[in-house]
Nanobody
Framework: VQLQASGGGLVQTGGSLRLSCTASGRTFSSYNMGWFRHSPGKEREFVAAINWSGSSTYYATSVKGRFTISRDDAKNTMYLQMNSLKPVDTAVYYC??????????????????WGQGTLVTVSS
């Protein structure tokens, strides 16, 4: 599976962005998907995940209620709708895919395919 993340950019505090992660290669619908982020001086952080069927989602406490993860298997694409953005959300956002029947997963080691990252900058 090859993953391509897009949709990052510069937005003001309180604004919104929608990230996309498009997959090519093997069957997208069989994979659990997740978003992680990495900002300077911090460790990589889990953001959100969705299981292979789309029936279950899981969010980091810091983004719950503001971010929504979804997937469209017909388009081989996963989305992260980010609302009420804050400067602390500034980071490079990475999408990831991994196998397993019991997702969604919040641990990076549960994912074996990663996209290249897209930069989100939230100005104050």
């Amino acid at each position: 599976v090859q993953l391509q993340a897009s949709g990052g950019g510069l937005v003001q505090t309180g604004g919104s962005l929608r990230l996309s992660c498009t997959a090519s290669g093997r069957t997208f619908s069989s994979y659990n998907m997740g978003w992680f982020r990495h900002s300077p001086g911090k460790e990589r952080e889990f953001v959100a995940a969705i299981n292979w069927s789309g029936s279950s989602t899981y969010y980091a406490t810091s983004v719950k209620g503001r971010f929504t993860i979804s997937r469209d298997d017909a388009k081989n694409t996963m989305y992260l709708q980010m609302n009420s953005l804050k400067p602390v959300d500034t980071a490079v956002y990475y999408c990831a895919a991994g196998p397993g029947l019991y997702g969604p997963y919040s641990r990076a080691y549960d994912y074996n395919y990663w996209g290249q990252g897209t930069l989100v900058t939230v100005s104050s």
